[in-house]
């Protein structure tokens, strides 16, 4: 009985047409299945995750923030606006995504340091994003209106200070440190002052005690930073800004921070 139900059983065969399609199937459902995983992957993607505020990208690396304040007590001759702008402009070129860009300015009104300027981090430009993975359009769009113009706008602002009769640089630099201006997620921090150096305020005044109104101020922690001082040269203040001045600020910086130059710009 066994033998003959194993006779009468006929094994179902398919046609090649059949087949053919059952192939077209398998692979339309594989092909589905990989574009799937493909928007998944972009949608997840960790380039577009950001902070809609400051620009700054939690899932991607932090190679740098760059802190730059600059003193707005007096006003920058066209050739030290010049030579900021190009400074920054060289910043911005070689920094890369997801650097965080904090501006400050400094004068009488604060007695210290502003709120920031500016505070962002670089997004993409657009130039090293794939179509396939982005809208180039977008990330262009992002990077003019909400990255380059604001800083634009704020170094215009920063430059284009008047006389004031305070120049609270120690206070500044002690601002930094104390209200916590470091990114804690930047691998490393480089500090730009931008300055005639000619400290006035309540802490000191070189009018009055020329480089040893330096000498006395109290440390602060800025050892986070790399710091780098554009000295500002005024033809007003020729006979404060002396070397004696300059080895000053040198000593100090150097003793409360990385300090790595300080660079004399002619007025």
Known sequence: MAVGRRRGHRR?????EDKKGMAIIGV???????????????????????????????DLPRV??????????DTLS????????????????????????????LDDHYNGLSEPV??????????????????????????QQRFEQPLDLAIARAVGGSEQPVSPIFEALSDVAALNHFD???ENVHLTIVSDMIQNSRAGSVFKLGS??????????LRRARTRVFWLDREKYQRYQTSELQASWQDYLGSVSRLETIQRVRN
């Open 12 to 16: 179902h065969r398919y046609s090649w």
């Open 28 to 58: 339309s459902v594989a092909i589905l299945a990989l574009l799937a995983l493909f928007a998944l992957k972009v949608a997840r993607a960790p380039e577009r995750n950001y902070d809609p505020v400051t620009l700054c990208n939690p």
């Open 64 to 73: 740098a923030q760059h802190i730059v304040v600059i003193d707005a007590s």
């Open 78 to 105: 066209a050739h030290q606006t010049h030579f900021l702008k190009t400074h920054l402009a060289g910043l911005l070129e070689s920094a890369a995504v997801n650097d965080r860009f904090s501006i400050f300015v």
């Open 118 to 143: 500016v505070d962002l981090c670089k997004p993409s430009s657009g130039k090293d994003v794939s179509t396939l993975t982005a809208n180039r359009q977008f990330v262009e769009a992002l990077y």
């Open 184 to 186: 804690p997620a930047a």
């Open 212 to 221: 040893a109104a330096i000498d006395q101020l109290p440390p602060i922690d």
